[in-house]
Each structure stands twice: as C-alpha cells, then as structure tokens.
Nanobody
C-alpha cells in the first residue's frame, strides 16, 4: 500500500517562501512519477510540478515556473516543493501524488493513482 503524507503548509505573506514535503511509504520514489497538484476553493485540481522516475526531467506549470522547484531525495524516500515569491493566487490545498505505471509526465490528476491528504497554503497580501 502506497502512502503519501504532506507537510510544510502554512500562512505566509506575499513574496514569502514555503517548502512542502511529501514522505512516501510502500514504494520507492525513484520508481514513480511524483507530482504536486493544488486545489483552490471552487476550482478544479490543477497541476503544479512533477518529476520523472528517472530523475532526469522535472516539469512545471507555467503559472509557477521560475518560482517553484521540485526535488527528490531517494535516501529519505521523499519529494519536496520549494515555493518562492508566493502570491495570493497560490493559496490552495497542495497535494502530493504518485503515478506508479506511467512512462511520461502527465498534468492530468487522473493519471496519478495515489494521493496524500493535502496541506493548506495560504498567502496573504
């Protein structure tokens, strides 16, 4: 059973930074495509970033490119999302997700079969 547990969310002022963590058990992160998604109230869940199981490719949504960095620590079996220059529109619940069978990074939530419980990020003006 694959389990994902996010942490690191919180309240931050615009322009600030947060680092989200996702601890994974039941499967090595190096064997999965790992992704971050977010969902704001009343909106669809949207793609933020993902890293290929090879570690060679990381893909970002245009809305966060240049402000967000996703990394992976195979020894800790975890992935991270460093978010800088945060904006109020980044406010959402952030979810970690795993695609155990894909060969290519997808931005579609339906391609990720395992999800964490989410962590709230709130950015104030």
């Amino acid at each position: 059973q694959v389990q994902l547990v996010e942490s690191g969310g919180g309240l931050v002022q615009a322009g600030g930074s947060l680092r989200l963590s996702c601890a994974v058990s039941g499967r090595g992160v190096s064997g999965c495509i790992m992704g971050w998604f977010r969902q704001a109230p009343g909106k669809e869940r949207e793609f933020v970033a993902a890293i290929h199981w090879s570690g060679a490719t990381t893909h970002y949504a245009e809305s966060v490119k240049g402000r967000v960095t996703m990394t992976r620590d195979d020894a800790k079996n975890a992935v991270y999302l460093q978010m800088n220059s945060l904006k109020p529109e980044d406010t959402a619940v952030y979810y970690c997700a795993a695609d155990l069978s894909g060969d290519y990074i997808s931005e579609q939530p339906t391609d990720f079969g395992f999800w964490g419980q989410g962590t709230q990020v709130t950015v104030t003006v």
